[in-house]
C-alpha cells in the first residue's frame, strides 16, 4: 500500500493557529481552519487529518509561542519542522496578510521544500539558554538606569569634580554625598540609584547560577572548553555554548561564521564582484559576543593567572587550539593596524576568524566525547 504525505502549514499566534493543507502534486492548498492554541486542540487536528495511508509533515514560523508545540507534535508521532521566518519567500507585489494567507503560503512551501528548518534545542539546553538571555536583559536594564540617574545629574549640572568614572567605587562616593533641597529631586535620585542596586543584585543571582549550571548542565563541558579561549569568561562561554547547542549541524566553520552574520555581504554578477558589510544575519547574540571578545587579541599572546586557572584540566588538544588562536589573531590583528584598517573593521575580522576556532574547539571536544565512549 503506498502512503501520500500530507503538508500541513499551521499559522501560530497566542490564542489560534489557522491550518492549511496542500496533497502531493500540483493542487492548490485548501485553508482546513482555525483551532485552539492547546494540546488537545492539536492532538484532535492530528486525529483527523490522520488515516493509514497518509503521512503528515507539519511546520510552523519560529517565534514568540517557541518550540512547545514542536513537542507536543513529536509527543504525537508526528514528523515537524520549525521554519526560519527571515528565510520565507516572499512576493513583492503581495500586499495582503492574514492568517489564512500566511497559512496556506507556508503550506504550498512547505510541500516545494523552500523552506529553511532551525535547530530546535532540547528543553534542557533552551532553559540555560533564557537564564543567559534574562542575564543579557538584566545587563541592558543597568545600563539605562545608569543612563536615567547620569541624566538626571546631567541637567542638574552635577558632576564629580574628580572625574571618577560612573560605576566605580568613588563614583558612588561621590553620589553618597550630594544632597538635594527639592524633595521631588531627592526621590527621583533616590530611586534610581535604587533601581540600579537591584539590578545588579539580580545580575549577581544569574551569574551564581550560571556557574552553578558550568559543572552540571549538559553543556557543562562546551563551557569549560570554551573557557580556553582568551576573551571567553564564563558569561561568554555559557552564551557561546547554549546559541550553539549542537556543533554537528554546522559542517564547515564557515557555515558557522555564516550563521553568526560575521561573513561579508556580496553581490556577484558576470565578471564583476563586490564585497560590503558584513551581514548580520543568523545569531545576534553569538555576534556580539564574538565582536567583544575580539578586543582582547590586540594584547600580545600570554597565560596569564586567571586563563591559566581556566585552563587547569582541559584536554591538550584544546589548549592547543586555544593557544594557535591567540598567535593567529593577534598577528592579524597587527597586520591590518599596519595596512590602517579601521579598528571597527579589524576587530570584526577577528571575531569571524575567532568563531571559526570556537567551531574548532567544539568539534574538538565532539570527536573527543566520541573517543571516549567508544573506549
Not at 484532535?44 to 490522520?50: H, I, R
Not at 571618577?164 to 527621583?188: H, I, M, P, V
Not at 556557574?211 to 563551557?223: K, Y
Not at 588538544?317 to 598577528?331: G, P
Request: net charge positive; with cysteine; proline share 3%.
Amino acid at each position: 500500500m503506498s502512503i501520500a504525505v500530507k503538508y500541513v502549514g499551521l499559522d501560530v499566534s497566542k490564542s489560534k493557529i489557522a491550518v492549511a493543507c496542500a496533497e502531493e502534486g500540483r493542487q492548490e492548498a485548501r485553508y482546513w481552519g482555525a483551532i485552539e492554541h492547546s494540546k488537545a486542540a492539536v492532538t484532535k487536528l492530528v486525529q483527523q487529518l490522520s488515516r493509514e495511508d497518509v503521512k503528515l509533515n507539519i511546520c510552523y514560523e519560529a517565534g514568540p509561542t517557541g518550540y512547545v508545540l514542536y513537542r507536543w507534535l513529536l509527543e504525537l508521532g508526528v514528523f515537524c519542522n520549525v521554519v526560519a521566518p527571515s528565510l520565507i519567500p516572499k512576493k513583492p507585489g503581495d500586499r495582503v496578510k492574514t492568517d489564512k494567507r500566511d497559512a496556506l503560503r507556508l503550506a504550498q512551501l512547505y510541500r516545494a521544500g523552500e523552506l529553511t528548518a532551525v535547530y530546535v534545542p532540547t528543553p534542557e539546553d533552551e532553559a540555560l539558554r533564557d537564564l543567559v538571555r534574562a542575564r543579557e536583559d538584566a545587563k541592558e536594564d543597568l545600563c539605562r538606569h545608569m543612563q536615567r540617574l547620569g541624566k538626571l545629574l546631567l541637567r542638574l549640572q552635577l558632576s564629580d569634580p574628580k572625574g571618577s568614572k560612573s560605576g566605580s567605587s568613588k563614583y558612588e562616593e561621590w553620589l553618597d554625598t550630594l544632597r538635594f533641597a527639592n524633595d521631588c529631586q531627592r526621590l527621583a535620585f533616590q530611586e534610581y540609584r535604587q533601581s540600579i542596586f537591584e539590578t545588579k543584585e539580580r545580575i549577581k543571582r544569574y551569574e551564581q547560577e550560571m556557574e552553578q549550571q558550568a559543572v552540571t548542565s549538559t553543556q557543562a563541558p562546551l563551557i569549560q572548553a570554551f573557557q580556553a579561549l582568551r576573551g571567553v569568561t564564563l558569561v561568554t562561554a555559557a552564551t557561546l555554548s547554549t546559541e550553539v547547542a549542537s556543533i554537528s549541524r554546522f559542517g564547515y566553520s564557515t557555515s558557522f561564521m555564516s550563521y553568526c552574520g560575521l561573513v561579508p555581504s556580496e553581490y556577484s554578477s558576470g565578471d564583476s564582484r563586490w564585497q560590503g558589510r558584513i551581514t548580520k544575519a543568523g545569531n545576534a547574540h553569538l555576534r556580539r559576543v564574538l565582536v567583544e571578545a575580539a578586543w582582547s587579541y590586540r594584547y600580545s599572546p600570554a597565560i596569564r593567572r586567571k586563563m591559566a586557572e581556566r585552563m587547569t584540566g582541559l584536554p591538550a588538544e584544546i589548549q592547543a587550539v586555544a593557544w594557535t588562536a591567540q598567535n593567529r589573531l593577534h598577528r592579524k590583528y597587527k597586520s591590518m593596524m599596519y595596512k590602517g584598517k579601521h579598528k571597527g573593521c579589524i576587530v570584526t575580522a577577528i571575531a569571524r576568524e575567532l568563531a571559526g576556532f570556537v567551531w574548532a574547539i567544539a568539534k574538538e571536544l565532539e570527536k573527543l566525547q566520541q573517543q571516549k565512549i567508544a573506549g
